[in-house]
T-cell receptor, first 111, second 115 residues
């Protein structure tokens, strides 16, 4: 599985945008970029995923570099409930593939 | 939306006993489920892939005789930690693919403490 690199931790202020970076220089052409987050003492939850184009949903936006070697998860207005560990994961397109988690970025949000 | 229910949410057991953890997909069928283990301040480590009606596929280094996985129906997978020891104390999480057109749904996790 191709590797991703994320900062260990980031801080944000409440109500401000947050940009969480992820580097994946060895990404292959069939790898999707997935983001999950894990709130304290809970299982992870799906945030967003994409292949080449930027993606938006009700939770976040995903900006993917043109060469696909990096991506950025954007939370438009951070809330205290967004404090979590955010994982950037590369996954092949096959339907049954497993998710392999890296270390993730621990996001703290200050009021 | 898709829901995966995991039970129990926490359990304390004595060293040498066995513990069973259940993972159910409540509103969708899951032919494949995954089991993870997470130690404090660490990431999730995939233990095994559970396939309905067939044997589980274990990741390298995971003892299949110690962590028994059964996936007898399309909505239920179980993980049994046999002869548990304190080093097996961890947060166990299951996940399933299905119920939505993309993404994986995770259970809320089971915190196992072996004393």
């Amino acid at each position: 599985d191709a590797k991703t690199t994320q900062p260990n931790s980031m801080e944000s202020n409440e109500e401000e945008p947050v940009h969480l970076p992820c580097n994946h220089s060895t990404i292959s052409g069939t790898d999707y970029i997935h983001w999950y987050r894990q709130l304290p003492s809970q299982g992870p939850e799906y945030v967003i995923h994409g292949l080449t184009s930027n993606v938006n949903n009700r939770m976040a936006s995903l900006a993917i570099a043109e060469d696909r070697k990096s991506s950025t998860l954007i939370l438009h207005r951070a809330t205290l409930r967004d404090a979590a560990v955010y994982y950037c994961i590369l996954k092949e397109a096959n339907q049954g593939g497993k998710l392999i988690f890296g270390q993730g970025t621990e996001l703290s949000v200050k009021p | 939306g898709a829901v995966v229910s995991q039970h129990p949410s926490w359990v304390i057991c004595k060293s040498g006993t066995s513990v069973k953890i259940e993972c159910r997909s409540l509103d969708f069928q899951a032919t494949t489920m995954f089991w993870y283990r997470q130690f404090p301040k660490q990431s999730l480590m995939l233990m095994a892939t559970s396939n309905e009606g067939s044997k589980a596929t274990y990741e390298q280094g995971v003892e299949k005789d110690k962590f028994l996985i059964n996936h007898a129906s399309l909505t239920l997978s179980t993980l049994t930690v046999t002869s548990a020891h304190p080093e097996d104390s961890s947060f166990y999480i299951c996940s399933a693919r299905g119920g939505v057109t993309y993404g994986y749904t995770f259970g809320s996790g089971t915190r196992l403490t072996v004393v």
